[in-house]
């Protein structure tokens, strides 16, 4: 948690001295500041009959899994984009600014890493580790959570109709 309050304070400063970083240092903070990686955690310890030490500092230590499912954050950035809400500068203006290249550009390449970080997850999913399935699984259902959220725009700030047509067959009319 105190490493996120910093990375909230890296980032207050960035915008009150109108800085864009460079990808990577955006992406260290972005990271830390999304509190996805302090979710996980959390859900973690909310399931105290699976987790065990072991498991705790194996989600501690940033493994693969988690790394690839924070990259998924990068969908928030490209719908927040468009809506400009006046903060920090989000990842497409910082790849721009250091790369010189067009917003599309920007687009196709973190349509790539999206790719790769699902790739990613589910070589994680299926390769034998000593961390319980049901783990895995968590971090697996929060990165789809992230994936309807984002996939058709900032469902999130902006609740739409899709959005409501997937609480409502979730929760309303569920397929039993």
């Known amino acids: 948690m105190k490493n996120q309050v ?5 980032e207050a400063k960035w915008f009150h001295e109108w800085q864009i970083p460079t990808m990577e240092e955006y992406m260290c903070i972005a990271l830390l500041s999304s509190g996805y990686s302090l979710l ?3 859900c973690f310890i909310g399931m105290r009959e699976v987790v065990t030490k072991e498991a705790l500092d194996w989600v501690m230590n940033d493994p693969k899994i988690v790394r690839a ?3 998924l954050g990068l969908m ?3 719908t927040s984009y468009k809506l400009k809400r006046g903060h920090i500068a989000l990842a497409i203006e910082c790849y721009m600014k250091q790369y010189d290249v067009l917003e599309e550009q920007v687009h196709n390449e ?3 890493q999206i790719v790769k970080a699902w790739m990613d997850i589910n070589q994680e ?5 000593a961390v319980p399935m049901s783990l895995l699984t968590l971090i ?3 990165s789809r959570v992230l994936d309807v959220v984002y996939r058709e725009g ?3 700030t902006s609740v739409g109709e899709g959005m409501k047509d997937n609480i409502r067959s979730l929760l309303i009319h569920p397929i039993v």
């Open 154 to 156: 900032d469902s999130y």
């Open 69 to 71: 499912s924070n990259i």
């Open 76 to 78: 928030n950035d490209m």
């Open 40 to 42: 996980i955690t959390s």
């Open 110 to 112: 973190f349509h790539d």
């Open 6 to 10: 910093r990375a909230y304070f890296v």
């Open 125 to 129: 999913i299926l390769k034998p580790t």
């Open 140 to 142: 697996l259902n929060l």
